[in-house]
């Protein structure tokens, strides 16, 4: 999957850090929130509904100052799995790699469940990726309930 030029350019460049593209359209919202870029105080730029030759639409979000690496970008497996991650240095295309899907996602995802343990009390959340092999689906550590993924945040 290589960038042309017109979907490249379609947010302004950035001379260091990370290019999260082929973000399923309505989705980046979502990525943003799970990477927690809110308060990372870093240039973030977000494209949403980009034209895409393979996507029809597409959402795309471009980080200054931030190289991700393959284990914070694979928690974007589990609601973009089509994603790509590509890694800027000086300007140019340093590294690219696709989003591989995790076993468990930690900290980032608040459990729906109200009654949980992990709403009420200071503790570490963890999820279980597509439990007992169901696809697109998330299970609370603590509560033990399943989720489909759309359920989430
Ligand atoms: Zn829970």
Known sequence: MTMTLDETLALASISHGTVIDHIPAGQGMRLHRLLQLDN??????????????TMGKKDMIKI???????????KL?????????????NSEVAGKF???????????????????????????????????GKNNFLRCKYCEKTYMQDEII
């Open 98 to 132: 696709s989003v591989s899907m995790p076993e468990v996602i930690a900290d980032v995802i608040q459990c729906p469940n109200p009654m949980c343990v992990t709403n009420y009390e200071k503790t570490d959340r963890l999820f279980y990726v597509n439990p007992a």
């Open 40 to 53: 990372a105080k870093v240039c973030v730029t977000i494209g949403l509904n980009l034209y895409s030759p």
């Open 77 to 89: 497996a589990v609601f973009a799995p089509s994603t790509t991650i590509a890694i800027i240095k």
């Open 64 to 74: 200054e100052g931030i190289e991700l690496s393959p284990e914070a970008a694979s």
